[in-house]
């Protein structure tokens, strides 16, 4: 109670004091709405549905959003495999003329066995598409994304006296798999409900206290690629290898050729990676083989960099094969997921300077942290289009405990990360402060007072 009448105080002071043009803090309804949020962030974290998968989310943000008076279209998403539905959902709120304004979250949460111990904790298992009984866990906050997502359309739409536009919520199914955004674009997203004007996202940050924001301008995350190398041999007995051509020795070379892409080819003022994560070929000690299968991620910026270093791998396996005088009809083959693929993200440079500056205004200057770059990727991207057509802005909710990481930074252990089965946010400060945010960034592109 006392907190809130301080909170009251402060926000009042700025409201009275703030220039008639700078956006106006959002009001007491996230502190009205808050023990309600918190409940369905409860319900989310406890429900968790795998990518693909997100059929009772997805129902209940088309219930939560209409009963808040958007249009809701569900089922929005189309991928290439018919036994998947696409669980995408938009709810349109329009409200007079002015710009559409994109706001998403995603759905979905990952095959991982919770083990906060937490009293909401997930107990969910399930069997995943490749029939495997797995536990099914919430470790990437999506659920603390949809809270905030619902938060904010429910601000939203109680000030629509305050803006004038079109708001567009977008549910996201299927991000752990990076396959969802390009479905939902392929089930005719822009062209069934309009191409917004802005595309705006948040993404919980384990490593961030929880009441903070962090940005990034220009690229933000890396776009990503899987790669797999099927390296052909000539098979055969293991004491003879002048009868076989040996692909464990091959694959073992373009492994180590590999790294000579990002190390030799590669301009170091342009951040890449080419990982190998898998390897694998083989029976037996005494049997050369006749096939290894290798399988890589591959992160970049910029477009030009992720297609010449996909280039280089092709040359790169063909080469040394030939080398090896492996024969023509034994020569690798590179396969590029076409679905496992999401472009890089980026922050476009003068809306995030502007909107980082109203973040500042709105959650205090103290709050809002400059962040560097990170190599992970996202499929969120896509919403901006091929070549970043649209203006878009991700910015990072923080949810770490500021304790714990202060401890850290004393030599202590860091708090569990995103993807671990201890990952555990501080939901009540995170989402207060992602509702306030992301409400904060929209008024000022729609404000009436902007
Ligand atoms: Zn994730
Ligand atoms: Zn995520």
Known sequence: MCHRIILAAVLWSALSQAPATTPQPPDLTVERDLPSLLETYKMLHAAPELSHHEAKTSAFVARELRSLGYAVSEGVGKYARPDWKGYGVVGVLKNGAGPTVLIRTDLDALPLEEK????????????????????????????????????T???????KNDWAGTLMMVAQPAEETIDGARAMLADGLYARFGKPDYVLALHVNAELEAGKVGYTTGYFLASANTVE??????????????????????????????QTIVSRENSPLDPAVIS???????????????EVRLQLTVRAYKEHVRQRILTSIGRIAN???????????????????????????????????????????????DNVVPWAPIMSSEDFGRFALEGNQLPSFMFWLGAA??????????????PPGLHSSLFAPMPEPA????????TAAVMAIIGKAR
């Not at 190998?276 to 006749?290: E, F, M």
């Not at 405990?401 to 860091?414: E, H, T």
């Open 276 to 290: 190998v994560g898998s390897i694998h070929g083989g029976t037996k000690a005494n049997i050369i083989p006749d």
């Open 116 to 151: 906060t111990g937490l009293p909401y904790a997930s107990t969910v298992r399930t069997k995943d598409d490749a029939h495997r009984d797995v536990g099914v866990m919430h470790a990437c906050g999506h659920d603390l994304h949809i809270t905030s997502f619902l938060g």
């Open 153 to 159: 359309a429910k601000v939203l739409a109680a000030r």
């Open 229 to 258: 190398i099927i390296v052909g041999g000539v098979g055969g007995h293991g004491s003879r290898p002048e009868a076989a051509r040996d692909p464990i020795v091959l694959a073992a070379q373009i492994v180590l050729a590999l």
């Open 431 to 438: 989402i207060r402060t992602g509702v306030s945010a992301m």
């Open 319 to 365: 080469g040394v094969a030939v080398a090896a005088g492996m024969p023509a009809e034994r020569l690798p083959v590179v396969e590029v997921s076409e679905t496992e693929a999401a472009p890089a993200t980026y922050n476009d440079p003068p809306l995030t300077e502007r909107l980082a500056g109203v973040l500042r205004t709105s959650l205090g200057a």
């Open 401 to 414: 405990d500021p304790a714990l990481l202060a401890d850290a930074r004393n030599g202590g252990v860091p």
